[in-house]
């Protein structure tokens, strides 16, 4: 099997056109660089330099050059990218996770905006934040606190949470009840209209319930679908109601209800201090918020 570094070797000769500089180059002795040259030589079945005061590259020798230049340059570029990396103590990689719809609201469109690559996981954030102290994971932006040893959790965003529905929705009968503070009627209103859920205990709809009108929601949702951007959009095509986080929006929707009281959710970075610097944690604050 051929050593790469007999490649290496071979360049280093073919652009100093001497053992000795080429030793230097690389931090090996002279009879290693020798050693290298002829095993490659032998690999390949042809002399790749003249042996003459200074070296010369035979014509297969040129060719050969010509081939392998361009992908060895292309490996020491990784390879320095790497040790850079590791010589600021920065992973070379950050493995983010995130919920999806987050992802594309928000950081989809800021990613050419970090001086990073980075590996995304979606999921729930009780899941996330289990890969995150098994150490699969780097950082989370979570949806909620947890207790966990070495996590810490720093907020980047605050949520606020609306009742929206499809343009076509007749809203003349709540908009009434509203400017009257009917807020029985209003809640009845609701009541009556079909919605979409995202988890079938209602958990986004029941804490908005429960902040505006004091108590459980008395709902059957028309369909349960565990995705948030994917309820957005089948919004538009039927005369239901959904409760969303204000960013996820957009034009195609119609803003039913603030609610009389913000109900709002912090949305927080959540790392190992024991393995992250500041500079890597200030970095994705950035990022996530």
Not at 107 to 136: C, N, P, Y
Not at 177 to 197: G, I, K, M, Y
Not at 259 to 265: D, H, I, L, Q, S
Request: proline share 3%; hydrophobic share 40%; aromatic share 12%.
């Amino acid at each position: 099997m051929v050593n790469l570094e007999w490649y290496r070797t071979f360049k280093a000769v073919y652009q100093t056109g001497s053992l000795t500089a080429a030793s230097k180059i690389l931090f090996i002795s002279q009879p290693n660089v020798s050693q290298h040259l002829s095993l490659l030589e032998a690999h390949v079945g042809k002399p790749l330099f003249e042996r003459k005061p200074k070296l010369v590259p035979t014509d297969y020798g040129k060719l050969f050059y010509t081939q392998v230049v361009e992908p060895l340059e292309k490996l020491e570029k990784v390879e320095s990218g790497f040790n850079a990396a590791g010589l600021k103590k920065q992973p070379s990689i950050v493995r983010l996770g995130v919920v999806q719809e987050y992802f594309q609201a928000v950081l989809a469109e800021k990613i050419s905006t970090i001086d990073t690559s980075l590996v995304f996981s979606f999921g729930r954030t009780r899941e996330l934040l289990g890969k995150l102290q098994r150490g699969a994971l780097d950082f989370v932006v979570a949806t909620k606190l947890a207790d966990y040893r070495h996590l810490v959790f720093e907020p980047v965003r605050q949520e606020h949470f609306i009742i929206a529905g499809s343009k076509a929705i007749d809203t003349t009968e709540f908009d009434n009840s509203l400017r009257e503070e009917d807020w029985q009627s209003a809640e009845a209103w609701l009541v009556s209209q079909s919605w979409f859920a995202y988890t079938t205990d209602l958990a986004i709809i029941r804490r908005f319930w429960k902040k505006n009108f004091f108590k459980h929601p008395v709902i059957k949702p028309y369909c349960v679908v565990p995705d948030m951007n994917l309820i957005l959009k089948s919004l538009k095509y039927t005369n239901a109601l959904t409760i969303a986080a204000d960013y996820l929006l957009n034009d195609d929707l119609k803003i039913i209800w603030h609610g009389r009281v913000a109900t709002e959710n912090m949305l927080y970075l959540a790392y190992d201090e024991t393995k992250m610097t500041s500079e890597q944690v200030e970095m994705m604050k950035r990022f996530c918020q």
